[in-house]
């Protein structure tokens, strides 16, 4: 036992032709239709896989190079000692599939010529040709001929790609311990951005889970994630539902084009994560990796600040017989705590501008109920600031009378928006502190507001994997895999932070059977799931819209208590976040996978196909508290935007530019199913030369909602209508699906 221990998814009619694929679909935010637009919009063709085993073919040849048939080869775990084992064909030809990326030995014998045996190394999706030379012997004597450790050519796969070996997830450095970076290392591939980031989109809340990876040029959403050859991927964004371990992961194939028939749907990359399994020997790692305050330099604008940083990453792995040559595990956790210091620069209003006193904010303030006709408008002349029609009177000495204000504005910013706490007049209030202009309305007070919070990440992860292998060659295998993440971002103002709560679990067994030595069957079952829940900081404690005696809005319960979202033109937003908070989505895919493989003469025929079944509940929130925009538009002396005014003082007389809420609830019970089948042939034309060619067909049903809350836009006989899906004769998915998905190969 070694231990390692270390730091660190009828015929048309005209209106139906709008509905068919050729034409976009047009949505609305209304109602609970809403996320329902957003997931559709999202939501592209998924490219899947099952290429997590490896296969070895190749040809037996005499001295002279002319074909041994029925030439015995024996191929030798060397971890798990598991044998598979086959005879050349007429041809010489020999072929072993579904073979777990590892090192084996080859040995090949027939009678009348000496035993080779020679190391062969396999990689993940690895599609392998090693040719055999055996060389004459008599019939008494018996030779072993043993070569070194042989790195076979890619010469019967035509996919272009690149596989990153566990040397290199254990030694290269890694920034997070997040697998996906080691993508960047593959050619074509480079950061990108979007919600696959983790933290851009409140849809795909998962702050430090970033898949944001482009390949080949293409959005980081035509990427597709399998984990041991299954479904790993989130299918709302296109996004890496589990990041494992990079501990608990032997290697990954990143495949970037030229796909072979078993593969397609998407432009963009293929990332296959084969995870580690037990061996003859137990092996083990412990670790720890740290990084503080004390290590980190300061960031350029801490100021004065505390840089506080304390991150622990740390983990266990094992792995083992249970009997040995027979059952094997592997088991490995990694746990996270992260905590860190956030510097944000806000401006927020003073103590006098919240009493109504704007005498010291550098910008006159007009009252909005004096408006009166201006007696030197020119109507010859368009209405201008310096061609008013109406004007207003200022409020006396630049104060707003106690009187005009609203008590529910100035009761929620007493209690709920900080006082300034921090000078920055030497940066002038036009800019902020990095050059960039502010809007109007902002008053001469600006960039007044040090809010320094620490954000908390807890995660922890898990896999556990049993592998079992039998006489006959058959081998089973099963893994659970699971990532917990927890935590808080101190977003917006100092009390209407966002607290996520996310579970990503992807669970596989795998049966690999042997009818023949030339005929092999693959199968594989999985479930993936990823579960998030976003709130804000004051869900289930602190209902600020009753509070502030708000009616019409903030409904939802407990869990979508909070304040309304308050836009103040100058200032920093205030309230909760109006998108998505709260936030509840449950993206479930089960999918069924079989491949079987055939050699015939010199033929090797790949045919199979899968099935998957995409279960979204979702449900969310936009608006229910209110959005509320101000502007200095009010409290202009001339009703247009004439550079006086000011939209805190809007915000005080409670005089909104825009004001919205959300109507209902959109609960969505969303459903879509997907089917591929695929036919794929290597065809060995000459010693040197092999051809592959393979069709594919896909069929993805629509996008439907099983409550019928789903709905679009047509324009019938050019007038607008909106629909509800799976009414009225129209579609449940909204649109009519294409059923001639088919897709060729040659190369």
Request: charge should be neutral; proline fraction near 5%.
């Amino acid at each position: 036992m070694s231990a390692d221990f270390r730091l660190l998814a009828s015929q048309p009619t005209p209106v139906d032709a709008i509905l068919s694929e050729e034409h976009p679909m047009t949505f609305r935010s209304i109602s609970r239709a809403t996320l329902i637009g957003i997931c559709c919009l999202f939501i592209q063709a998924n490219c899947f896989a099952q290429s997590n085993y490896a296969s070895l073919s190749g040809t037996i040849f005499d001295p002279q190079r002319q074909a041994i048939p029925g030439a015995s080869v024996q191929l030798v775990s060397i971890s798990t000692h598991a044998v598979r084992q086959v005879t050349s064909n007429e041809q010489g030809i020999y072929q072993i599939t579904a073979l777990l990326p590892e090192e084996y030995k080859l040995n090949v014998q027939a009678p009348g010529f000496l035993l080779s045996t020679q190391t062969v190394h396999l990689e993940v999706g690895q599609q392998t040709t090693c040719d055999v030379t055996l060389q004459l012997t008599s019939l008494t004597g018996t030779v072993k001929i043993q070569s070194e450790t042989m790195n076979v050519l890619r010469t019967t796969d035509a996919s272009v790609g690149e596989v990153v070996e566990q040397t290199s997830i254990r030694n290269l450095p890694l920034n997070g311990r997040m697998l996906i970076d080691l993508v960047l290392t593959v050619p074509g591939a480079h950061e990108s951005h979007g919600a696959q980031a983790g933290d851009m989109s409140p849809l795909y809340w998962r702050p430090g889970q970033r898949s944001a990876v482009s390949i080949g040029g293409n959005r980081p959403n035509a990427n597709y994630f399998l984990l041991d050859g299954a479904t790993n991927t989130d299918p709302t964004f296109n996004t890496l539902n589990l990041s494992p371990s990079p501990d608990s992961v032997r290697e990954f194939q990143v495949v970037t084009g030229s796909y072979s028939a078993e593969m397609g749907g998407a432009g963009g990359g293929q990332i296959n994560i084969a995870t580690r399994t037990g061996t003859n020997e137990f092996h083990g790692t412990a670790y720890e990796f740290l990084r503080n305050n004390v290590f980190d330099a300061r960031a350029f604008n801490d100021m004065d600040a505390s840089n506080h940083l304390v991150r622990n990453n740390f983990g266990a792995s094992l792995g083992g017989p249970i009997a040995r040559n027979k059952n094997f595990f592997f088991f490995n956790y990694e746990g996270l705590r992260h905590t860190k210091s956030d510097t944000m620069i806000d401006t927020v209003p003073t103590a006098d501008e919240v009493a109504g006193n704007f005498s010291m904010a550098g910008v006159t303030i007009y009252n909005p109920f004096s408006s009166h006709p201006n007696p030197a408008f020119d109507p010859a002349k368009p209405i201008s600031p310096t061609n008013p029609q109406v004007i207003r009177d200022p409020f006396p000495g630049n104060v707003i009378p106690q009187g005009l204000i609203d008590s529910k504005v100035q009761l929620f910013l007493r209690q709920y928006v900080p006082r300034p706490n921090i000078d920055m007049g030497m940066n002038g209030c036009g800019m902020t502190m990095m050059g960039v202009p502010q809007v109007v309305g902002g008053g001469a007070d600006c960039n007044n507001f040090l809010d320094l919070r620490n954000e908390h990440h807890v995660t922890d992860q898990a896999t556990i994997r049993f592998d079992q292998t039998f006489k006959r060659g058959d081998s089973l295998f099963a893994r659970y895999s699971f990532s917990s993440e927890r935590g808080f971002m101190p977003q917006n103002l100092p009390g209407f932070g966002a607290i996520h709560d996310n579970l990503s679990q992807n669970g596989t067994v795998g049966w690999n059977h042997v009818f023949s030595s030339r005929l092999v069957n693959m199968a594989t079952i999985t479930a993936s799931r990823l579960a998030m829940h976003r709130t804000s900081e004051n869900s289930f404690t602190n209902d600020i819209v009753s509070q502030l005696g708000i009616t019409g809005i903030g409904f939802g319960g407990k869990g979508a208590f909070g304040a309304p979202w308050f836009a103040v033109q100058g200032y920093s937003g205030m309230g909760d976040t109006y998108i998505a908070t709260p936030m509840h989505a449950w993206d479930t895919i089960l999918e069924a996978l079989d491949t079987l493989g055939w050699q015939v003469g010199r033929h090797s025929l790949k045919l199979g196909g899968s099935y998957r079944n995409f279960i979204w509940p979702m449900w969310g929130f936009f608006q229910n508290r209110g959005h509320y925009q101000f502007t200095n538009g009010f409290t202009t002396q001339t009703a247009t935007n004439d550079g006086t005014g000011s939209a805190l003082a809007s915000f005080l007389l409670g005089l909104p530019a825009v004001k919205q809420r959300q109507a209902g609830i959109p609960q969505m019970q969303l459903r879509q199913w997907y089917a591929d089948a695929f036919l794929q042939d290597s065809f060995q034309m000459t010693r040197n030369t092999t051809i592959q060619i393979g069709l594919r067909y896909e069929y993805m049903s629509p996008l439907k909602d099983i409550r019928f809350a789903n709905t679009n836009l047509v324009f019938k006989d050019g007038v607008p209508f909106v629909f509800i899906g799976g009414q009225q004769a129209y579609p449940e998915g909204l649109n009519y699906p294409n059923k001639l998905k088919f897709a060729s190969r040659f190369g």
